[in-house]
């Protein structure tokens, strides 16, 4: 019947019909001070209730701007009134209309679908039910995934270093595939399970209605940093990608609106984020339970996510204030009925969110362990290893036991320190030492950083190349490794909990990510507002990571 609706819908525009310049009736107080005003100043009305409902659009000219805000004086109401009274009064008018058009049998809202939103959009039970759901998806996060990312790890640590030590004769090559490759891939695959979790939990909540209640939940906040509801959705969107979060600004016909939303959208805590942020929490965090099912380690990872929201929520009522002053639309949007999720459409999802995390393990983060193995491996100094050798043959002569060995392991952890040290990652770490020397951050950490600006998940890969070349033992996790790395001249350790908050505070902040700096680049049609995002973030991140370190550093 598409066709014939079609032919119908042709002929309806071609007959000569007019609108009614305001089809919808105000509050009878609101009409009368309209039509006096709007008749003794020539002006069309509807035209002026646009401006006194803070729609500043072209035809609001000063003139008619202090007129509205006269016609609001009287009235004695504000403009957000104002603009509730247009939304309810045009859908009236819709609702009229269809009604004479379309039957309906049933109610479109089931009896538990209203027993629920008496519930969960309550003022004062919604928003603690919010935050209490998501603390128990975080929670889940690290609870179930521990069994399946133990499994990826004996695969990508053990077996497979196994199967090539046993193909593969020491030398270069082996190395490339062992300490470049599964190190570096192998560190960053082993938080799949952790990605399709939140995926999972994500698509739960939009699928049965619960996400759109909580937009409804968080409007009366985003309309106090100055967006409208529009920027929840690409807001939430980018809590898995900023990319297609950027990209969903389109739907914001505002350009103020739609700019600061852009800006503030990196923010968010994405997929590539959670890596960085399950390594370092899994490591620094113990797994201690707080209230029932719910942990420490869960209750950091939502604490950085609201960390995120709020730093967003800070630049955008910033920025509305400042560069992109301008009114803030209304939010508008229907909540569906509570629905029971498709597990077709799940299952989508989550192979979809898993196909796109492995292209990127295969191709952004293959290509970079490669690069930062070369970098970590090379060159080779002969005065070290023939030191090495040296000491090496000396400690051989000793007779066999446990002593013996472990002052092998300390000659080798020694040596390979030095190694990597005199590396070329080793000379560009040391260069921006200085720089990251206020932070806490070591040269290590300080070549993570840089290598993770093509993005963000490539910072645990370069820690697996850089760990998997300075050690000797190949089935120690990369985690084991953060906890137990000492300084070689000092002995003292190079992570602790407060070098790693203040690098999960770095991380929450930073632009560290080409994708998103290109697609601001396109979506703004202008180069000044990818630098501008980039510079405002870095300025945030080093100064949010140098205020963790020295508040932390006066408490202890």
């Known amino acids: 019947g598409i066709d014939e609706l079609k032919c119908i819908l042709c002929e309806l525009v071609n007959q000569p019909w007019t609108p009614p310049t305001r089809p919808y009736k105000l509050p009878p107080a609101m009409e009368r001070q309209l039509e006096s005003y709007a008749s003794g100043n020539h002006f069309r009305d509807e035209h002026l209730l646009l401006c006194a409902s803070g729609q500043h659009t072209s035809v609001c ?12 004086a009287k009235l004695g109401i ?9 939304v309810e009064a045009r859908y009236t008018w819709q609702r009229d209309v269809a009604g004479d058009v379309i039957s309906q049998t049933g109610d479109t809202k089931s009896l538990w679908t209203r027993r629920l939103d008496s519930i969960l959009l309550n003022r004062w039970a919604g928003p603690p039910i919010l935050l209490l759901t998501l603390g128990l998806i975080f929670q889940s996060i690290f609870a179930w995934s521990e069994t399946p990312m133990e499994a990826i790890s004996w695969v990508t640590a053990e077996w497979l270093p196994s199967l090539v030590n046993s193909v593969l004769a020491e030398g270069p090559i082996r190395s490339l595939i062992n300490d470049g490759v599964l190190a570096g891939v192998g560190s960053v695959v082993i938080f799949l399970p952790q990605i399709l979790l939140l995926f999972f939990f994500l698509t739960i909540l939009e699928d049965t209605g619960y996400m759109a209640r909580a937009a409804f939940l968080l409007d009366r906040l985003m309309s106090k940093v100055g967006l409208s509801g529009r920027s929840f959705i690409p807001l939430l969107s980018s809590f898995a990608c900023a990319v297609p979060g950027i990209m969903g600004t389109r739907t914001i016909p505002n350009r103020r609106d739609r700019f600061a939303t852009i800006l503030v959208a990196p923010l968010m805590t994405c997929s590539a984020r959670l890596v960085v942020y399950t390594l370092l929490i899994a490591a620094f965090v113990p797994q201690r339970q707080i209230w029932g099912p719910i942990g420490l380690q869960g209750l950091a990872l939502l604490g950085l996510y609201v960390l995120g929201i709020l730093g967003a ?3 955008a009522t910033i920025f509305r204030r400042t560069i992109l002053r301008g009114p803030t639309p209304p939010l508008l949007m229907e909540l569906p009925p509570f629905r029971i ?10 192979l979809e969110r898993a196909r796109v995390f492995l292209v990127t393990a295969g191709t952004i983060i293959f290509v970079a362990s490669i690069l930062l193995w070369g970098l970590s491996s090379y060159p080779r100094w002969d005065i070290i290893e023939e030191e090495h050798q040296q000491q090496q043959a000396a400690l051989m002569q000793m007779p066999a036991g446990d002593e013996r060995a472990e002052r092998l392991d300390v000659l080798e952890s020694r040596v390979a320190a030095k190694r990597l040290r005199n590396s070329f990652a080793g000379y560009i770490g040391r260069a921006l030492e200085p720089v990251l020397e206020p932070l806490g951050f070591d040269w290590k950490i300080g070549v993570g950083v840089l290598g993770s600006f ?20 190949d089935d120690k996790s990369l985690i084991e490794q953060l906890r137990t ?27 560290q990510c080409m994708s998103t700096v290109a697609v601001i680049r396109r979506e703004t049609n202008s180069w000044r507002w990818p630098v501008f995002a980039f510079v405002y973030m870095a300025i945030l991140a080093y100064g949010g990571a140098y205020l963790t370190r020295v508040i932390g550093l006066a408490v202890s």
């Open 341 to 350: 999720p498709r597990l077709r459409t799940l299952g989508l999802t989550l």
């Open 61 to 72: 000219t000063d003139k008619m701007d202090s007129m509205a805000k006269d016609f609001r």
């Open 485 to 511: 790395d000492r300084d070689p001249d000092t002995g003292e350790l190079i992570w602790t909990p407060l070098v790693s908050l203040s690098l999960l505070v770095f991380y929450a902040f930073a632009l």
């Open 454 to 473: 093509a993005a963000r998940e490539v910072f645990v890969s370069t820690m697996g190349v850089v760990y998997g070349v300075g050690s000797t033992t």
């Open 78 to 86: 504000d403009e957000h009134t104002v603009r509730r009274f247009l």
């Open 313 to 315: 929520g800070l630049m």
